[in-house]
């Protein structure tokens, strides 16, 4: 049984639709993000499910009820913002058993819950603070703190990770991870991050546009993206027009492996998809020619960018110990067969990134 | 630019020190407190000091009812409207008192608690206090992300009351503070209003005793200056702790 599930979720504003038929289901306990550029949709979908805005059209439902004219504060919700969504006016403890206060729940056992819940996020010893004697990131962790305190139904977290420093990021989303699987909450997390995004989600949904594009897990949505807009939109790829061959696929005159051009008529114009780290360089009369313009030190790899006859720049990432070629360099690129992704031409409409 | 200070620390010292030495004149008896000790002794004076006391109590309460609500109101849900409230709120510096008060007598009626007696002044004093509770209010509300406040409270549970009470109101005391006290030295110095309507408040007073008795009138300028500058020293005060 899931535990959210958004029916074909409708919302116009000013003669604009920003969410065109979404339809969404969480199972118990399941991590899902919302993707997308700014102005996809992602974070109206997730204040449709919060209450915060209501929809045009569709349903919410929540553990099979219908809330979809529920009051955001009778939902039951446990919600973290981008920032500065702590009360100024209350240390972290107070902060953490405010539902409960407004609950009604009794003083001690509002107290006890509020520091299990501090202990849970790390910040036992900090209780006593006020918001503005906390780092963002602690700041944030009181946030999450708070919204568990209430044993929400679910979690909706609003980019809650966008306005702290990199490192802080990356652990913090690690625990905002571990804390979830614990407590065994299912989560909606929007981001405009894929980093963020493919590293801890159970399924991503990429959005375009007001639509979904592509639901699945992670590695799915990296390596098996269906349309045009999420194979731009996730991750580096070199793209290419491209025709297909026989099981084979032409580009610029050249005739190249590519597995899965074996769904596809001969004489097919494609979208040719290859990602950096699936470039192998060999020897320039083993591979498709072309010259090194620039080499990226990345530290563990290196990136170079590989100017190619009449086909256009192709990005390769090779671990930084093999990284030999320099700028100038003529060199042959190749690949696995089954690496490159091959899209229809009449996909849908690519979008701009914003 | 340092000479500046002793013309302009003179233009603003004179006028207290002559008043303060004029209260203390006694004609032939040299100087004392005889002004000050008479005036603590008059009940008229204790009166019209309790009633302006009042109906500044009155008028903060009124004010921040009508107000709060208001403002919050503006600052979440339609900011585009912020224009129209600037333009209201400065109205009461632009319409003359007079025409201010001709107006409110003509429209105003009610049961007589009301309108017979001196509870009426609230009227106007809430509209002569708007321009600076208003502002008082609006940076204090400007300050606050109020949109994600309001949204982590109501996801968290909490009505709109409570969300009112535990969040908003503690969040902007310092304003809220300066709002009263500042309303608190409008209503105590108002003469205009209480005057034309007949009524004996501490303004009112003080310019009587002016046409009987110059000594005590000096005396009493300067309690009420004092009570204005106590206000002032706690809006600032009240200020400095909320910025720590």
Wanted: neutral net charge; aromatic residues 8%; charged residues 20%.
């Amino acid at each position: 049984m899931s535990s959210l599930e958004a029916v074909s979720l409708h919302k116009v504003y000013g003669g604009r639709t920003v969410l065109a038929d979404v339809s969404l289901s969480l199972g118990e306990g399941e991590f899902v993000s919302l993707l997308g550029p700014s102005g996809c949709g992602k974070t109206t979908l997730l204040r449709l499910v919060a209450g915060f805005e209501r929809p045009d059209g569709g349903r919410v439902l929540l553990d099979g009820r219908d809330i979809t004219g529920v009051p955001a504060a009778k939902r039951n919700l446990g919600m973290v913002f981008q920032a500065y969504s702590l009360f100024p006016n209350m240390t972290a403890e107070e902060n953490v058993g405010f539902g409960l206060r407004v609950r009604g729940e009794a003083t001690e056992a509002r107290r006890k819950r509020a520091r299990e819940m501090l202990e849970l996020v790390g910040l036992g010893e900090h209780m006593h603070k006020y918001p503005h004697q906390l780092s963002g990131g602690q700041q944030q962790r009181v946030a999450l703190g708070r919204a568990l305190a209430i044993r929400p139904a679910l979690l909706l977290l609003d980019e809650p990770l966008s306005a702290l420093d990199a490192r802080v990021r990356v652990q913090l989303r690690d625990e905002i991870r571990r804390i979830q699987r614990e407590i065994g909450v299912a989560a909606l997390f929007v981001t405009h991050d894929q980093e963020e995004a493919l590293s801890i989600s159970d399924r991503v949904a990429v959005m375009e546009r007001g639509r979904i594009a592509q639901l699945g897990e992670p590695a799915a949505i990296y390596e098996e993206p269906t349309s045009l807009f999420v194979a731009r939109f996730v991750g580096q790829m070199a793209e290419f027009d491209a025709e297909i061959d026989a099981g084979c696929v032409r580009i610029a005159g050249h005739t190249l492996p590519a597995a899965r051009a074996a769904g596809h008529a001969p004489g097919e114009r494609v979208h040719f998809f290859l990602r950096p780290e699936h470039v192998r360089l060999v020897a320039p009369t083993d591979g498709l020619p072309g010259v090194v313009e620039s080499r990226t030190f990345n530290g563990p790899t290196t990136t170079f960018r590989i100017t190619l006859a009449g086909a256009g720049t192709v990005l390769a990432t090779v671990p930084t110990t093999e990284a030999r070629h320099t700028p100038g360099e003529t060199v042959g690129i190749t690949w696995d067969p089954a690496a490159p992704r091959i899209l229809k031409l009449d996909g849908p409409a690519p979008a701009q990134d914003a | 630019m340092k000479w500046l200070w002793a013309p302009l620390g003179a233009y603003f010292a004179l006028p207290l020190v002559a008043t303060a030495v004029m209260s203390l004149w006694q004609g032939r008896q040299g100087y004392g407190f005889h002004a000050y000790a008479e005036l603590i002794h008059t009940p008229e004076m204790w009166n019209s000091l309790l009633l302006s006391a009042r109906l500044a109590f009155e008028t903060i309460v009124a004010g921040l009812a009508i107000l709060v609500p208001a403002v919050f109101w503006m600052n979440l849900r339609v900011p585009r409207l912020r224009p129209v409230f600037d333009f209201v709120s400065v109205l009461p510096l632009v319409v003359p008192a007079i025409s201010l008060v001709a107006g409110i007598t003509a429209i105003y009626t009610g049961p007589d608690w009301f309108v017979g007696t001196a509870n009426f002044l609230v009227v106007p004093y809430v509209l002569l206090a708007l321009p600076y509770t208003y502002r008082a209010l609006d940076v204090g509300m400007r300050a606050l992300d109020l949109r994600t406040l309001t949204e982590a409270a109501q996801s968290l549970g909490a009505s709109w009351p409570t969300m009112i009470l535990r969040v908003l109101v503690p969040n902007l005391i310092t304003a809220l503070l300066g709002a009263a006290l500042l309303t608190m030295t409008i209503v105590i110095g108002e003469f205009t209003f209480a005057s034309i309507l007949l009524f004996n408040t501490f303004a009112v007073y003080i310019n009587h005793i002016g046409s009987t008795s110059a000594t005590r009138a000096a005396a009493l300028s300067l309690l009420a200056f004092l009570i204005t500058w106590l206000a002032m020293l706690g809006v600032a005060l009240g200020g400095r702790r909320a910025a720590r």
